[in-house]
């Protein structure tokens, strides 16, 4: 990554009086100069004596010239240009792998129509019910934690179903062990049977294999007696490696989703952790979204706007300068406008980005005001989504109760007035309404800290 230019570095207006401080408080003469010699500072009485070099990334960015005591003035300006270039680089670093994941997960989704493990095997249990005898069928999956294949879906074992197999025990065990399809018609009498079956006469097992790795077993039986045939098992055996590849891709499409969710979550986190007073502020206005979302019945696919959004709802803040985000002190009426441009920034980082464009509602939208009187669009009523309407009513609530270098945070009964007195005007009533119906509540009065709610 190319470092800042040390003439960017001393243009940030809280570097300049760092610099005077210390040539104060050292009394010494300086001259600054970038990299090619330019001089970007100057004081009265300033000689070209020792000259002593800023780098960034292990290049030369500039020079600071005097007397030997300058040497600390250079390596605080070494430091603080070393940190911007770490900040820039976890964000790109950050900004690629979001992109790289998201390109697989878009990949993933085209590869099949069914991306859901378990409705894979409620759909395979489906089909073989149609084709062949049985009275209880099983789909199990490999989990690589217990090396034991766990239970997915079944039909007809009601709680009965074995909830496991281990590799090389039973029939079942001995097909994982061997990748080969089996179909034993008479069960009581196979030496691998093992008591607690009784109920299952004849069975055909088969491996799910993806790639020539078993990575689930699949197995139907018959209470009554009866004949498998080798068409049987030959139809068997094709349902499970359709199962198999759909479960394949399904589980890389599940871990690549939880990449996906972590990756946005470590952005939202990275621009979360500008600010230290803000520690977890993002999980918990996601969780009380949520919360909010599930009283108000939104359906799946707004629940996952509501949750992405909720996550990401504060991104644009990467665009604020420090000086006026970390600002401790009440802002003034230019740098309150530049922290209400943030919703128009996270909306420009996030529609550069196919599969977040339907949160970009709830990122740009969620200071927005139920009256109309909100920013930056001035959107009234159900004229806002309904997840910037939700997100409004969590972030607000988390601000006031957080406590701040400025202020400390409200206790939960003045919060909660708070959020009644404003219901109508600032906020959407019903949006409040579920929040106060909403496991949220339970949350609070049940735990000692805001920190270990689990909702």
């Not at 600002?327 to 909306?347: N, R």
């Not at 800290?449 to 909702?455: C, D, E, T």
Request: net charge negative; glycine share 6%; proline share 3%.
């Amino acid at each position: 990554m190319i470092p800042d230019s040390l003439s960017k570095l001393i243009k940030k207006r809280a570097l300049m009086p760092i610099i005077h401080r210390l040539v104060s408080d050292l009394e010494v003469s300086i001259i600054i100069e970038d990299e090619v010699g330019r001089v970007l500072m100057a004081t009265d009485g300033a000689e070209e004596l020792n000259r002593y070099p800023v780098t960034s990334d292990g290049e030369v960015i500039g020079w600071v010239i005097g007397t030997e005591k300058v040497a600390v003035i250079a390596s605080i300006l070494t430091g603080i240009a070393e940190t911007e270039a770490q900040k820039r680089a976890l964000v790109s670093e950050t900004l690629y792998k979001y992109k790289e994941i998201t390109l697989l997960y878009d990949v993933v989704e085209k590869v099949s129509s069914c991306l859901d493990t378990k409705e894979i095997a409620r759909l395979v249990i489906e089909e073989a019910r149609k084709v062949i005898r049985l009275t209880s069928i099983s789909v199990l999956l490999f989990n690589r934690e217990t090396d034991t294949m766990e239970l997915l879906g079944e039909y007809g074992h009601g709680e009965d179903a074995p909830p496991t197999v281990t590799r090389g025990v039973g029939i079942a065990g001995s097909v994982w062990a061997s990748g080969r399809a089996e179909i034993v018609n008479d069960v009581h009498s196979d030496p691998r049977f093992v008591e607690g079956a009784v109920s299952i006469r004849s069975l055909i097992c088969a491996p799910l294999k993806a790639k020539d790795t078993v990575v689930g077993i699949i197995k139907l039986g018959n209470c009554e007696p009866v004949t498998y045939t080798a068409e049987d098992l030959k139809l068997f055996s094709t349902l499970a490696s359709l199962a198999a590849v759909a479960i394949e891709n399904a589980s890389l499409y599940e871990q690549l989703k939880d990449a996906f969710y972590m990756t946005i979550y470590t952005l939202a986190e990275t621009i979360e952790k500008r600010d230290p007073y803000t520690g977890n502020h993002t999980k918990r206005v996601m969780e009380y979204s949520l919360a909010i979302g599930k009283t108000l019945g939104l359906p799946e696919e707004d629940m996952a706007r509501l949750q992405l959004g909720a996550v990401l709802h504060d991104i644009g803040k990467i665009g604020i300068r420090d000086n006026v985000l970390l600002k401790e002190s009440a802002l003034t009426d230019e740098e309150f406008a530049q922290i209400k441009m943030h919703p128009v920034y996270g909306e420009e980082i996030i529609s550069r980005i196919s599969q977040l464009k339907s949160t970009i509602p709830g990122v740009k939208h969620h200071h927005e005001k139920f009256d109309g009187k909100g920013y930056p669009d001035g959107l009234k009523g159900n004229n806002i989504d309904i997840t910037a309407r939700i997100i409004s009513v969590a972030d607000t609530f988390d601000a006031m109760t957080s406590t701040r270098p400025y202020r400390l945070g409200l206790t939960l009964d003045v919060a909660f007035e708070e959020l009644k007195k404003y219901s109508g005007s600032q906020f959407d009533p019903e949006v409040v309404d579920a929040f106060f119906a909403s496991d949220v509540m339970e949350a609070f009065f049940s735990s000692n800290s805001r920190g270990k709610i689990v909702l």
